[in-house]
């Protein structure tokens, strides 16, 4: 059974710095694309990393990149999200993913961005 736990949101000034980290259990994450998501009050959910299985290869969406990384470590089999410069537009539940004999979704974390 897989599992996913995100941990690491809550509430930062714009400008601000947060590191998100999703623990997955009954899947390796460096054999599997792990991606993170995040949906705003309102809004659809919206694809905003990955990271590949093999190779590691990221990708972000326009809205982060140059402010978001993804990262995993084998180790600990987990993945995370260091995200930069925030802005009160980055405010959302944050979610990590993985397909992996099926849909695989964490609870999700709040992110809130706000003076």
């Known amino acids: 059974q897989v599992q996913l736990v995100e941990s690491g949101g809550g509430l930062m000034q714009p400008g601000g710095s947060l590191r998100l980290s999703c623990a997955a259990s009954g899947l390796t994450v460096s054999s599997v694309v792990m991606s993170w998501y995040r949906q705003a009050p309102g809004k659809e959910r919206e694809w905003v990393a990955l990271i590949t299985g093999v190779s590691g290869t990221m990708n972000y969406a326009d809205s982060v990149k140059g402010r978001f990384t993804i990262s995993r470590d084998n180790a600990k089999n987990t993945v995370s999200l260091e995200m930069n410069s925030l802005k009160p537009e980055d405010t959302a539940v944050y979610y990590c993913?993985?397909?992996?004999?099926?849909?695989?979704w964490g609870q999700g974390t709040q992110v809130t961005v706000s003076s």
């Open positions: 993913y993985a397909f992996f004999r099926g849909p695989n």
